[in-house]
Protein backbone atom coordinates (compact mmCIF):
# COMPACT_ATOMS: atom_id res chain seq x y z
CA UNK A 1 0.00 0.00 0.00
CA UNK A 2 1.29 3.50 -1.00
CA UNK A 3 1.63 5.71 1.79
CA UNK A 4 -0.30 9.24 1.17
CA UNK A 5 -0.98 12.31 3.01
CA UNK A 6 -4.43 12.67 3.68
CA UNK A 7 -4.60 15.88 2.11
CA UNK A 8 -3.64 14.48 -1.34
CA UNK A 9 -6.60 11.84 -0.63
CA UNK A 10 -9.00 14.37 0.14
CA UNK A 11 -7.50 15.82 -3.58
CA UNK A 12 -8.37 13.25 -5.36
CA UNK A 13 -11.67 12.34 -3.48
CA UNK A 14 -12.93 15.56 -4.31
CA UNK A 15 -12.28 15.85 -8.28
CA UNK A 16 -14.91 12.79 -8.41
CA UNK A 17 -17.95 13.75 -8.87
CA UNK A 18 -19.78 10.37 -8.27
CA UNK A 19 -17.81 10.41 -4.88
CA UNK A 20 -19.29 13.12 -3.73
CA UNK A 21 -22.83 11.97 -4.51
CA UNK A 22 -21.80 9.33 -2.29
CA UNK A 23 -21.17 11.99 0.41
CA UNK A 24 -23.99 13.94 -0.32
CA UNK A 25 -26.35 10.93 0.11
CA UNK A 26 -24.89 9.85 2.81
CA UNK A 27 -24.89 13.34 4.99
CA UNK A 28 -28.66 13.26 3.88
CA UNK A 29 -29.76 9.90 5.22
CA UNK A 30 -27.76 10.65 8.48
CA UNK A 31 -29.16 14.11 8.78
CA UNK A 32 -32.56 12.62 8.43
CA UNK A 33 -31.94 9.89 10.54
CA UNK A 34 -30.60 12.27 13.63
CA UNK A 35 -33.40 15.08 13.07
CA UNK A 36 -36.42 12.45 12.68
CA UNK A 37 -38.27 13.93 15.73
CA UNK A 38 -38.28 17.34 14.27
CA UNK A 39 -38.76 16.85 10.74
CA UNK A 40 -41.18 14.09 9.95
CA UNK A 41 -45.01 15.48 9.83
CA UNK A 42 -46.83 12.67 12.05
CA UNK A 43 -44.15 11.29 14.65
CA UNK A 44 -47.00 9.70 16.22
CA UNK A 45 -47.59 7.32 13.47
CA UNK A 46 -43.91 5.19 14.57
CA UNK A 47 -45.96 3.03 16.72
CA UNK A 48 -49.09 0.72 16.24
CA UNK A 49 -51.47 3.38 16.12
CA UNK A 50 -52.76 4.94 12.90
CA UNK A 51 -55.42 7.56 11.44
CA UNK A 52 -57.92 4.88 10.71
CA UNK A 53 -59.85 8.06 8.67
CA UNK A 54 -56.68 8.03 6.07
CA UNK A 55 -55.71 4.39 5.55
CA UNK A 56 -54.54 3.83 2.12
CA UNK A 57 -53.95 6.98 0.86
CA UNK A 58 -52.42 7.46 -2.38
CA UNK A 59 -49.56 9.91 -2.38
CA UNK A 60 -50.33 13.41 -1.50
CA UNK A 61 -49.52 17.04 -0.19
CA UNK A 62 -50.69 15.62 3.27
CA UNK A 63 -48.80 12.55 2.67
CA UNK A 64 -46.05 12.88 0.23
CA UNK A 65 -45.44 8.97 0.21
CA UNK A 66 -49.34 7.91 1.05
CA UNK A 67 -50.32 6.15 4.26
CA UNK A 68 -50.35 2.71 5.14
CA UNK A 69 -52.98 0.05 5.91
CA UNK A 70 -53.69 1.78 9.03
CA UNK A 71 -53.50 5.25 7.83
CA UNK A 72 -49.90 5.89 9.12
CA UNK A 73 -48.07 8.27 7.54
CA UNK A 74 -45.34 6.26 5.17
CA UNK A 75 -42.74 9.40 5.16
CA UNK A 76 -42.72 8.89 8.72
CA UNK A 77 -42.05 6.00 8.92
CA UNK A 78 -39.48 5.68 6.04
CA UNK A 79 -37.17 8.34 8.25
CA UNK A 80 -37.13 6.89 11.30
CA UNK A 81 -36.43 4.06 9.27
CA UNK A 82 -33.59 5.09 8.13
CA UNK A 83 -32.43 5.76 12.28
CA UNK A 84 -33.14 2.24 12.65
CA UNK A 85 -31.29 0.86 9.88
CA UNK A 86 -28.07 2.98 10.59
CA UNK A 87 -28.23 2.54 13.93
CA UNK A 88 -28.41 -1.23 13.08
CA UNK A 89 -25.33 -1.22 10.81
CA UNK A 90 -23.24 0.99 12.91
CA UNK A 91 -24.06 -1.50 16.14
CA UNK A 92 -23.17 -4.74 14.08
CA UNK A 93 -20.22 -2.71 12.91
CA UNK A 94 -18.75 -1.09 16.00
CA UNK A 95 -18.20 -4.85 17.23
CA UNK A 96 -17.76 -7.33 14.26
CA UNK A 97 -14.96 -4.80 12.83
CA UNK A 98 -12.94 -4.55 16.03
CA UNK A 99 -12.97 -8.61 16.27
CA UNK A 100 -12.51 -9.17 13.36
CA UNK A 101 -9.52 -7.15 12.71
CA UNK A 102 -7.31 -7.88 16.19
CA UNK A 103 -8.23 -11.48 14.96
CA UNK A 104 -6.81 -10.60 11.80
CA UNK A 105 -3.91 -9.02 13.26
CA UNK A 106 -3.14 -12.02 15.52
CA UNK A 107 -3.41 -14.38 12.37
CA UNK A 108 -1.16 -12.47 10.24
CA UNK A 109 1.62 -11.63 12.66
CA UNK A 110 2.05 -14.32 15.21
CA UNK A 111 1.41 -16.78 12.36
CA UNK A 112 1.89 -20.83 13.26
CA UNK A 113 -0.74 -22.90 14.67
CA UNK A 114 -2.70 -19.12 15.85
CA UNK A 115 -2.99 -18.46 12.42
CA UNK A 116 -4.27 -21.90 11.00
CA UNK A 117 -7.04 -22.33 13.56
CA UNK A 118 -8.26 -18.59 13.12
CA UNK A 119 -7.85 -18.66 9.11
CA UNK A 120 -9.59 -21.88 9.11
CA UNK A 121 -12.40 -21.13 11.05
CA UNK A 122 -12.92 -17.76 8.78
CA UNK A 123 -12.96 -19.90 6.06
CA UNK A 124 -15.40 -21.71 6.99
CA UNK A 125 -17.71 -18.59 8.29
CA UNK A 126 -16.85 -17.46 4.25
CA UNK A 127 -18.01 -20.41 2.74
CA UNK A 128 -21.36 -20.19 3.93
CA UNK A 129 -23.32 -17.61 2.28
CA UNK A 130 -23.94 -14.93 4.52
CA UNK A 131 -28.15 -14.43 4.36
CA UNK A 132 -27.95 -17.98 4.81
CA UNK A 133 -26.02 -18.37 7.68
CA UNK A 134 -27.36 -15.34 9.69
CA UNK A 135 -31.29 -16.80 8.88
CA UNK A 136 -29.92 -20.21 10.13
CA UNK A 137 -28.91 -18.18 13.37
CA UNK A 138 -32.11 -16.82 13.63
CA UNK A 139 -33.91 -19.91 12.88
CA UNK A 140 -33.18 -21.10 16.73
CA UNK A 141 -33.46 -17.68 18.37
CA UNK A 142 -36.45 -15.49 18.56
CA UNK A 143 -37.03 -13.35 16.02
CA UNK A 144 -35.94 -10.03 17.91
CA UNK A 145 -34.00 -6.77 17.03
CA UNK A 146 -31.18 -7.63 19.02
CA UNK A 147 -31.16 -11.07 17.95
CA UNK A 148 -30.84 -10.10 14.04
CA UNK A 149 -28.17 -7.87 15.29
CA UNK A 150 -26.13 -10.53 16.83
CA UNK A 151 -26.58 -13.05 14.04
CA UNK A 152 -25.59 -10.35 11.10
CA UNK A 153 -22.34 -9.69 13.69
CA UNK A 154 -21.61 -13.25 13.90
CA UNK A 155 -21.38 -13.50 10.09
CA UNK A 156 -19.96 -10.44 9.39
CA UNK A 157 -16.24 -10.75 11.61
CA UNK A 158 -14.33 -12.96 9.39
CA UNK A 159 -14.51 -10.73 6.32
CA UNK A 160 -12.34 -7.96 8.39
CA UNK A 161 -10.04 -10.91 9.69
CA UNK A 162 -9.28 -12.02 6.13
CA UNK A 163 -9.07 -8.31 4.66
CA UNK A 164 -6.94 -7.65 7.94
CA UNK A 165 -4.43 -10.77 7.93
CA UNK A 166 -3.71 -10.10 3.59
CA UNK A 167 -2.95 -6.36 5.10
CA UNK A 168 -0.48 -7.80 7.88
CA UNK A 169 0.90 -10.56 5.87
CA UNK A 170 2.51 -7.55 3.01
CA UNK A 171 3.00 -5.27 5.93
CA UNK A 172 4.69 -7.54 8.38
CA UNK A 173 7.64 -7.76 5.49
CA UNK A 174 8.52 -3.86 5.31
CA UNK A 175 11.36 -3.06 7.11
CA UNK A 176 10.20 -1.09 9.60
CA UNK A 177 8.71 -3.59 11.48
CA UNK A 178 12.20 -5.50 11.52
CA UNK A 179 13.29 -2.03 12.51
CA UNK A 180 11.08 -2.43 15.79
CA UNK A 181 11.90 -5.62 16.36
CA UNK A 182 15.25 -5.12 16.49
CA UNK A 183 15.14 -2.34 18.99
CA UNK A 184 13.21 -4.79 21.37
CA UNK A 185 9.36 -3.77 20.47
CA UNK A 186 7.17 -6.55 22.15
CA UNK A 187 4.52 -8.23 20.00
CA UNK A 188 1.89 -6.17 20.91
CA UNK A 189 3.85 -3.27 20.42
CA UNK A 190 4.53 -4.62 16.99
CA UNK A 191 0.78 -5.26 16.18
CA UNK A 192 -0.68 -2.09 17.49
CA UNK A 193 1.01 1.00 16.99
CA UNK A 194 3.14 0.01 14.04
CA UNK A 195 1.08 -2.86 11.50
CA UNK A 196 -2.38 -1.30 12.77
CA UNK A 197 -2.20 2.24 11.50
CA UNK A 198 -1.08 0.78 8.19
CA UNK A 199 -4.16 -1.31 7.76
CA UNK A 200 -6.44 1.85 8.80
CA UNK A 201 -7.35 2.77 5.20
CA UNK A 202 -8.29 -0.75 4.25
CA UNK A 203 -10.60 -0.99 6.89
CA UNK A 204 -12.05 2.47 6.69
CA UNK A 205 -12.76 1.76 3.23
CA UNK A 206 -14.31 -1.52 3.59
CA UNK A 207 -16.15 -0.10 7.13
CA UNK A 208 -17.94 2.64 4.47
CA UNK A 209 -18.68 0.09 1.86
CA UNK A 210 -20.39 -2.59 4.77
CA UNK A 211 -22.38 0.07 5.84
CA UNK A 212 -24.82 -0.36 3.05
CA UNK A 213 -24.62 -3.88 2.83
CA UNK A 214 -25.62 -4.53 6.64
CA UNK A 215 -28.53 -1.92 5.94
CA UNK A 216 -29.90 -4.42 3.08
CA UNK A 217 -28.61 -7.73 4.88
CA UNK A 218 -30.73 -6.85 8.07
CA UNK A 219 -33.75 -5.18 5.89
CA UNK A 220 -33.83 -8.86 3.88
CA UNK A 221 -34.22 -10.33 7.39
CA UNK A 222 -36.71 -8.43 7.93
CA UNK A 223 -38.53 -8.54 4.49
CA UNK A 224 -38.22 -12.20 5.55
CA UNK A 225 -39.72 -11.58 8.83
CA UNK A 226 -36.51 -12.53 11.11
CA UNK A 227 -35.77 -9.11 12.06
CA UNK A 228 -37.30 -6.43 13.68
CA UNK A 229 -41.31 -6.80 14.43
CA UNK A 230 -44.20 -4.89 14.11
CA UNK A 231 -44.95 -1.86 15.08
CA UNK A 232 -41.41 -0.67 14.79
CA UNK A 233 -40.49 1.04 11.17
CA UNK A 234 -38.31 -0.91 9.49
CA UNK A 235 -37.91 -0.71 5.81
CA UNK A 236 -37.41 -4.17 5.18
CA UNK A 237 -40.59 -5.23 6.83
CA UNK A 238 -42.39 -2.14 5.13
CA UNK A 239 -41.46 -3.61 1.77
CA UNK A 240 -42.69 -7.36 2.62
CA UNK A 241 -45.71 -5.62 4.24
CA UNK A 242 -46.69 -3.71 0.99
CA UNK A 243 -45.70 -6.28 -1.30
CA UNK A 244 -49.30 -7.83 -0.10
CA UNK A 245 -50.67 -4.45 -2.10
CA UNK A 246 -49.02 -4.65 -4.90
CA UNK A 247 -49.81 -3.52 -7.52
CA UNK A 248 -52.78 -1.24 -6.47
CA UNK A 249 -51.70 0.55 -3.21
CA UNK A 250 -47.84 0.21 -5.15
CA UNK A 251 -45.95 3.36 -2.87
CA UNK A 252 -46.18 0.99 0.27
CA UNK A 253 -43.63 -0.91 -0.88
CA UNK A 254 -41.86 1.11 -3.68
CA UNK A 255 -40.75 4.05 -1.07
CA UNK A 256 -39.97 1.94 1.56
CA UNK A 257 -37.51 -0.47 -1.05
CA UNK A 258 -36.37 3.06 -2.83
CA UNK A 259 -34.90 4.23 0.51
CA UNK A 260 -32.69 1.46 1.03
CA UNK A 261 -31.46 2.19 -2.41
CA UNK A 262 -30.77 5.51 -2.05
CA UNK A 263 -29.11 4.46 1.89
CA UNK A 264 -26.65 1.45 0.38
CA UNK A 265 -26.03 3.48 -2.75
CA UNK A 266 -24.91 6.47 -1.18
CA UNK A 267 -22.20 4.45 1.05
CA UNK A 268 -21.28 2.40 -1.80
CA UNK A 269 -20.38 5.44 -3.96
CA UNK A 270 -18.49 6.80 -0.62
CA UNK A 271 -17.01 3.63 -0.16
CA UNK A 272 -15.73 3.24 -3.38
CA UNK A 273 -14.40 7.38 -3.64
CA UNK A 274 -12.35 6.27 -0.52
CA UNK A 275 -10.78 3.37 -1.83
CA UNK A 276 -9.76 5.16 -5.05
CA UNK A 277 -8.47 7.67 -2.64
CA UNK A 278 -6.71 5.90 -0.50
CA UNK A 279 -5.51 2.86 -2.81
CA UNK A 280 -7.27 0.54 -0.47
CA UNK A 281 -6.61 -3.20 -1.44
CA UNK A 282 -10.47 -4.07 0.19
CA UNK B 1 42.21 -5.60 23.75
CA UNK B 2 38.22 -6.60 24.53
CA UNK B 3 36.03 -7.76 22.26
CA UNK B 4 32.33 -6.85 22.12
CA UNK B 5 31.66 -9.38 19.50
CA UNK B 6 33.01 -13.07 19.84
CA UNK B 7 31.86 -16.25 18.10
CA UNK B 8 33.19 -19.56 18.29
CA UNK B 9 32.98 -22.22 16.05
CA UNK B 10 29.52 -21.60 15.61
CA UNK B 11 27.18 -23.55 13.85
CA UNK B 12 23.14 -23.02 12.53
CA UNK B 13 20.69 -25.16 11.43
CA UNK B 14 17.40 -25.09 10.51
CA UNK B 15 14.92 -27.70 11.31
CA UNK B 16 11.96 -28.36 9.29
CA UNK B 17 10.13 -31.77 9.77
CA UNK B 18 12.68 -34.47 9.66
CA UNK B 19 15.26 -32.46 7.81
CA UNK B 20 17.72 -30.16 8.71
CA UNK B 21 19.54 -27.55 6.15
CA UNK B 22 22.79 -26.56 8.18
CA UNK B 23 23.50 -22.89 7.20
CA UNK B 24 26.47 -22.31 9.15
CA UNK B 25 29.25 -24.33 9.44
CA UNK B 26 31.51 -23.69 12.52
CA UNK B 27 32.97 -19.98 11.85
CA UNK B 28 34.70 -18.64 14.67
CA UNK B 29 34.81 -14.04 14.26
CA UNK B 30 35.72 -11.66 16.54
CA UNK B 31 35.11 -7.44 16.79
CA UNK B 32 37.40 -5.37 18.95
CA UNK B 33 36.29 -2.09 20.63
CA UNK B 34 36.12 0.54 18.50
CA UNK B 35 36.88 -1.69 15.25
CA UNK B 36 35.67 -1.85 12.00
CA UNK B 37 34.86 -5.10 10.81
CA UNK B 38 33.69 -6.46 7.28
CA UNK B 39 31.92 -9.78 6.33
CA UNK B 40 31.65 -10.47 3.03
CA UNK B 41 30.25 -13.12 0.76
CA UNK B 42 27.31 -13.69 -1.68
CA UNK B 43 23.47 -14.05 -1.42
CA UNK B 44 22.90 -16.76 1.21
CA UNK B 45 26.23 -17.41 2.35
CA UNK B 46 24.78 -16.42 6.02
CA UNK B 47 25.96 -13.13 6.31
CA UNK B 48 22.67 -11.66 7.31
CA UNK B 49 21.28 -15.24 10.07
CA UNK B 50 24.70 -14.19 11.64
CA UNK B 51 23.61 -10.40 12.42
CA UNK B 52 20.43 -11.74 13.50
CA UNK B 53 22.42 -14.58 15.65
CA UNK B 54 24.24 -11.37 17.36
CA UNK B 55 20.85 -9.69 18.48
CA UNK B 56 19.48 -12.99 19.97
CA UNK B 57 16.44 -12.89 17.91
CA UNK B 58 17.22 -16.33 15.58
CA UNK B 59 17.79 -18.21 18.51
CA UNK B 60 14.34 -17.62 19.88
CA UNK B 61 12.56 -18.98 16.96
CA UNK B 62 11.42 -22.53 16.81
CA UNK B 63 13.56 -24.65 14.80
CA UNK B 64 16.72 -23.23 15.45
CA UNK B 65 19.72 -25.12 15.85
CA UNK B 66 22.73 -23.92 17.56
CA UNK B 67 26.03 -24.86 18.80
CA UNK B 68 29.38 -22.71 19.63
CA UNK B 69 29.85 -19.61 21.21
CA UNK B 70 28.44 -16.05 20.70
CA UNK B 71 29.52 -13.46 23.24
CA UNK B 72 28.18 -10.11 22.70
CA UNK B 73 28.78 -7.50 24.97
CA UNK B 74 29.42 -9.96 27.59
CA UNK B 75 26.35 -12.27 27.15
CA UNK B 76 26.30 -15.27 25.98
CA UNK B 77 23.73 -15.88 23.28
CA UNK B 78 23.87 -19.95 23.29
CA UNK B 79 22.15 -20.03 26.69
CA UNK B 80 20.67 -16.91 27.40
CA UNK B 81 19.41 -15.03 24.09
CA UNK B 82 16.91 -13.28 25.92
CA UNK B 83 19.54 -11.48 27.98
CA UNK B 84 19.85 -9.44 24.33
CA UNK B 85 16.50 -8.04 24.64
CA UNK B 86 17.37 -5.17 27.04
CA UNK B 87 20.80 -4.03 25.39
CA UNK B 88 18.58 -3.70 21.20
CA UNK B 89 18.49 -0.32 20.85
CA UNK B 90 20.94 0.39 23.16
CA UNK B 91 24.39 -1.38 23.42
CA UNK B 92 24.07 -3.01 20.18
CA UNK B 93 21.59 -1.15 17.14
CA UNK B 94 21.21 -1.76 13.79
CA UNK B 95 20.71 -0.29 10.25
CA UNK B 96 19.24 -1.79 7.09
CA UNK B 97 19.49 -2.04 3.41
CA UNK B 98 16.37 -0.08 2.53
CA UNK B 99 16.40 2.96 4.95
CA UNK B 100 12.85 4.40 3.28
CA UNK B 101 10.94 0.96 4.13
CA UNK B 102 12.52 0.65 7.54
CA UNK B 103 10.64 3.84 9.00
CA UNK B 104 7.18 3.10 9.46
CA UNK B 105 5.06 5.49 6.83
CA UNK B 106 2.67 6.77 9.43
CA UNK B 107 4.75 8.38 12.11
CA UNK B 108 6.57 11.46 11.34
CA UNK B 109 10.50 11.11 11.96
CA UNK B 110 10.22 12.48 15.74
CA UNK B 111 7.48 10.37 16.43
CA UNK B 112 10.26 7.48 14.93
CA UNK B 113 13.26 8.70 17.65
CA UNK B 114 11.29 8.86 20.61
CA UNK B 115 10.53 4.98 20.36
CA UNK B 116 14.23 4.39 19.35
CA UNK B 117 15.64 6.83 22.43
CA UNK B 118 12.67 5.05 24.53
CA UNK B 119 13.22 1.45 23.45
CA UNK B 120 13.98 -0.93 26.50
CA UNK B 121 11.82 1.15 28.64
CA UNK B 122 13.89 3.98 29.18
CA UNK B 123 12.23 6.83 30.33
CA UNK B 124 12.83 10.22 28.08
CA UNK B 125 10.70 13.31 28.03
CA UNK B 126 9.13 14.40 25.11
CA UNK B 127 11.18 17.79 25.31
CA UNK B 128 14.24 16.00 25.92
CA UNK B 129 13.75 13.32 23.02
CA UNK B 130 13.22 16.02 20.84
CA UNK B 131 16.19 17.82 21.85
CA UNK B 132 18.78 14.74 21.74
CA UNK B 133 16.91 14.36 18.55
CA UNK B 134 17.79 17.67 16.45
CA UNK B 135 21.59 17.42 18.31
CA UNK B 136 21.69 13.66 16.29
CA UNK B 137 20.13 14.64 13.12
CA UNK B 138 22.38 18.02 12.91
CA UNK B 139 25.43 15.45 13.27
CA UNK B 140 24.43 13.97 10.45
CA UNK B 141 24.35 17.03 8.55
CA UNK B 142 20.60 17.25 8.15
CA UNK B 143 20.08 20.77 6.99
CA UNK B 144 16.97 21.71 8.20
CA UNK B 145 17.00 19.06 11.34
CA UNK B 146 13.66 20.99 12.97
CA UNK B 147 11.92 20.35 9.63
CA UNK B 148 12.96 16.52 9.12
CA UNK B 149 11.92 15.65 12.69
CA UNK B 150 8.15 17.16 11.35
CA UNK B 151 7.99 15.03 8.20
CA UNK B 152 7.25 11.78 7.35
CA UNK B 153 9.47 9.17 6.14
CA UNK B 154 8.22 9.34 2.28
CA UNK B 155 8.51 12.90 2.56
CA UNK B 156 12.33 12.62 3.00
CA UNK B 157 14.61 11.43 0.34
CA UNK B 158 16.01 8.26 0.34
CA UNK B 159 19.81 9.57 0.91
CA UNK B 160 17.85 11.72 3.91
CA UNK B 161 16.34 8.52 5.68
CA UNK B 162 19.43 6.64 5.27
CA UNK B 163 20.75 9.75 7.42
CA UNK B 164 18.11 9.50 9.74
CA UNK B 165 18.71 5.98 10.51
CA UNK B 166 22.61 6.37 10.85
CA UNK B 167 21.35 9.35 13.38
CA UNK B 168 18.78 6.88 15.01
CA UNK B 169 21.59 3.95 15.19
CA UNK B 170 24.13 5.84 16.79
CA UNK B 171 21.60 8.13 19.46
CA UNK B 172 21.64 6.05 22.07
CA UNK B 173 25.71 5.44 22.28
CA UNK B 174 26.18 1.78 20.89
CA UNK B 175 28.99 -0.21 21.67
CA UNK B 176 28.31 -2.18 18.85
CA UNK B 177 26.80 -1.16 15.20
CA UNK B 178 25.17 -4.30 12.84
CA UNK B 179 25.14 -2.23 9.14
CA UNK B 180 22.99 -4.93 7.11
CA UNK B 181 24.23 -4.08 3.23
CA UNK B 182 23.52 -0.68 4.66
CA UNK B 183 22.22 1.73 1.88
CA UNK B 184 22.02 -1.28 -0.94
CA UNK B 185 18.67 -0.19 -2.05
CA UNK B 186 20.33 3.94 -2.58
CA UNK B 187 22.25 4.76 -6.01
CA UNK B 188 25.85 5.10 -5.82
CA UNK B 189 26.94 8.46 -5.21
CA UNK B 190 24.48 8.69 -2.23
CA UNK B 191 25.75 5.43 -0.33
CA UNK B 192 28.81 6.50 -0.47
CA UNK B 193 28.02 9.95 1.09
CA UNK B 194 26.31 8.25 3.88
CA UNK B 195 28.70 5.34 4.18
CA UNK B 196 31.74 8.43 4.54
CA UNK B 197 29.64 9.85 6.93
CA UNK B 198 28.87 6.78 8.81
CA UNK B 199 32.68 5.77 8.92
CA UNK B 200 33.07 9.41 10.31
CA UNK B 201 30.52 8.97 13.09
CA UNK B 202 31.77 5.84 14.34
CA UNK B 203 35.32 6.76 14.17
CA UNK B 204 34.92 9.78 16.15
CA UNK B 205 32.50 8.00 19.04
CA UNK B 206 34.63 4.93 18.81
CA UNK B 207 31.49 2.63 17.98
CA UNK B 208 32.57 -1.35 16.87
CA UNK B 209 31.25 -1.71 13.96
CA UNK B 210 30.29 -5.42 11.84
CA UNK B 211 29.80 -4.38 8.34
CA UNK B 212 27.83 -7.28 6.43
CA UNK B 213 28.10 -6.77 2.57
CA UNK B 214 28.96 -8.27 -0.78
CA UNK B 215 30.16 -5.02 -2.19
CA UNK B 216 33.63 -5.04 -2.03
CA UNK B 217 34.93 -1.22 -3.21
CA UNK B 218 32.36 -0.38 -0.07
CA UNK B 219 34.29 -2.95 1.82
CA UNK B 220 37.46 -1.84 0.98
CA UNK B 221 36.78 1.99 2.02
CA UNK B 222 35.03 1.41 5.29
CA UNK B 223 36.66 -1.81 6.96
CA UNK B 224 39.51 -2.20 9.20
CA UNK B 225 39.55 -5.83 9.07
CA UNK B 226 37.66 -8.24 6.41
CA UNK B 227 36.16 -11.86 6.49
CA UNK B 228 34.75 -13.91 3.68
CA UNK B 229 32.45 -16.25 4.20
CA UNK B 230 31.56 -18.90 1.28
CA UNK B 231 28.38 -20.91 2.17
CA UNK B 232 28.15 -21.31 5.73
CA UNK B 233 32.16 -21.33 6.24
CA UNK B 234 34.97 -18.40 6.76
CA UNK B 235 37.27 -18.70 3.82
CA UNK B 236 39.42 -16.12 4.50
CA UNK B 237 40.39 -13.51 7.30
CA UNK B 238 43.08 -10.70 7.08
CA UNK B 239 43.67 -7.23 7.32
CA UNK B 240 41.71 -4.98 4.66
CA UNK B 241 45.22 -4.31 2.59
CA UNK B 242 46.59 -7.53 3.00
CA UNK B 243 43.65 -9.15 2.02
CA UNK B 244 43.06 -6.60 -1.55
CA UNK B 245 47.06 -6.62 -2.03
CA UNK B 246 47.01 -10.38 -1.86
CA UNK B 247 43.78 -12.25 -1.76
CA UNK B 248 44.78 -15.82 -1.38
CA UNK B 249 41.64 -18.14 -1.15
CA UNK B 250 40.19 -19.38 -4.48
CA UNK B 251 36.83 -17.55 -3.26
CA UNK B 252 38.41 -14.06 -2.67
CA UNK B 253 40.14 -14.20 -5.70
CA UNK B 254 36.95 -15.33 -8.07
CA UNK B 255 35.26 -12.88 -5.94
CA UNK B 256 37.21 -9.83 -6.51
CA UNK B 257 37.69 -10.66 -10.39
CA UNK B 258 34.29 -10.47 -10.21
CA UNK B 259 33.78 -6.66 -9.21
CA UNK B 260 33.20 -4.75 -12.27
CA UNK B 261 35.64 -2.29 -13.25
CA UNK B 262 35.79 0.55 -15.54
CA UNK B 263 38.17 -0.46 -17.86
CA UNK B 264 38.26 -3.43 -19.84
CA UNK B 265 35.75 -6.43 -20.76
CA UNK B 266 32.79 -7.84 -19.26
CA UNK B 267 32.65 -10.38 -15.93
CA UNK B 268 35.16 -13.15 -15.99
CA UNK B 269 33.34 -16.62 -16.36
CA UNK B 270 33.16 -17.50 -12.68
CA UNK B 271 32.05 -20.99 -12.05
CA UNK B 272 29.06 -20.95 -9.36
CA UNK B 273 30.62 -23.72 -7.26
CA UNK B 274 34.23 -24.85 -7.76
CA UNK B 275 35.60 -27.38 -5.25
CA UNK B 276 38.44 -24.84 -4.86
CA UNK B 277 36.15 -22.78 -3.08
CA UNK B 278 36.07 -25.19 -0.63
CA UNK B 279 39.57 -25.16 0.37
CA UNK B 280 40.21 -24.57 4.47
CA UNK B 281 40.49 -21.02 6.03
CA UNK B 282 43.76 -18.91 5.00
CA UNK B 283 44.25 -16.58 7.83
CA UNK B 284 46.52 -13.62 6.79
CA UNK B 285 49.77 -12.76 9.46
CA UNK B 286 48.42 -11.24 12.38
CA UNK B 287 45.24 -11.81 12.43
CA UNK B 288 43.83 -14.88 14.17
CA UNK B 289 40.78 -15.59 16.53
CA UNK B 290 41.72 -14.32 20.34
CA UNK B 291 41.37 -17.48 21.66
CA UNK B 292 43.87 -19.18 19.28
CA UNK B 293 46.50 -16.49 20.24
CA UNK B 294 45.80 -17.45 23.72
CA UNK B 295 46.24 -21.10 23.07
Known amino acids: MSAKSSSVAWTEFRSNPISILGLILVVFCIALALFADVITPYPEHVGPIGDFTAINQAPSAAHWFGTDTIGRDLLTRIIYGFRLSLLMAVLVLSISMPVGVILGLLAGYLGGWVEFVLMRLTDIFLAIPPLVLAMAIMGFLPATLTNA ?19 VRSEAREGYVLAAEVIGASSPHVMFREILPNCAPAVLTKLTLDIGFVVLMVSSLSFLGLGVQPPTPDLGSMVADGAKYMPDAWWLSIFPALAIMVLVLGFNLLGDGLREAFDAEV | MTS ?69 VGHDLIRHPEAMAPERGHR ?41 ALKALAEVHIPDPARALDSYPF ?80 VEHGRTDQLFANPRHPYTRALLSAAPKLIGGGLPDLPEHSDAFRDPLIVHPGCGEPHEVSA
Open chain 2, 155 to 234: QLSGGMNQRVMIAMALANEPELLLADEPGTALDVTVQAQTLRLMDDLVTEKGTSVLFISHNLSVVREFADRVYVIYRGNI
Open chain 2, 4 to 72: VLKIRDLTLGFRKGRQTAQVLHGISMHVNAGEKVALVGESGSGKSVTAQLALGRLQQERGTLTSGEIEV
Open chain 1, 149 to 167: MLAVTVMWWPWYTRLVYNV
Open chain 2, 92 to 132: VTMIFQDPTSALNPVFRIGEIFTEVLRSGGRKVTAAEARDR
